[in-house]
């Protein structure tokens, strides 16, 4: 069943650039897997929740800078078990295989959606130059203080 996400934090939120379009109304659709989220321009998306966890902005996923992000997989059936507001910029969600560090500002979500093709083939490239698929479990890393 959709888990509607409507309430003050959905209302007059900004994003981090000043030209982002405010949410109005976000759905979780865990049996699909999908984050529906629609904008006061008129756009509205449906995110895979795979493509928000191997995309996510965390430091664990894109590294501390150019060059240490780490390919994520394994992630094909991860769901989100919770969803948390962030101020007025974003949410913070909890996926089902532990990471929840990320804060998914407006801006990210909408570039998330508006771009979701070409970042899916951007993983899939990703994935084929390291010798991986989407269902290949992730790495054991250590000596890091971030994992996923």
Excluded at 38 to 50: K, L, M, S, V
Excluded at 70 to 91: D, F, S, W
Aim: contains cysteine.
């Amino acid at each position: 069943m959709p888990v509607a996400l409507k309430g003050y934090w959905c209302n007059n939120m900004a994003g981090l650039q000043p030209h982002t379009p405010n949410p109005v109304d976000i759905v979780l659709h865990n049996a699909s897997k999908v984050l529906e989220i629609a904008f006061d321009n008129g756009n509205t998306y449906r995110i895979p929740f795979e493509l928000m966890r191997v995309y996510s902005p965390s430091a664990e996923v894109q590294g501390h800078g150019p060059g240490q992000e780490v390919l994520q997989t394994g992630k094909r059936h991860v769901g989100i078990t919770a969803l948390e507001p962030v101020g007025h910029y974003g949410v913070q969600p909890s996926f089902s295989d532990g990471h929840n560090s990320a804060i998914f500002s407006w801006d990210y979500l909408y570039n998330l959606g508006a771009q979701q093709s070409s970042l899916w083939a951007l993983y899939e490239q990703r994935l084929q130059a390291a010798g991986v698929d989407r269902d290949t479990p992730m790495a054991e890393r250590g000596g890091s203080a971030c994992h996923s």
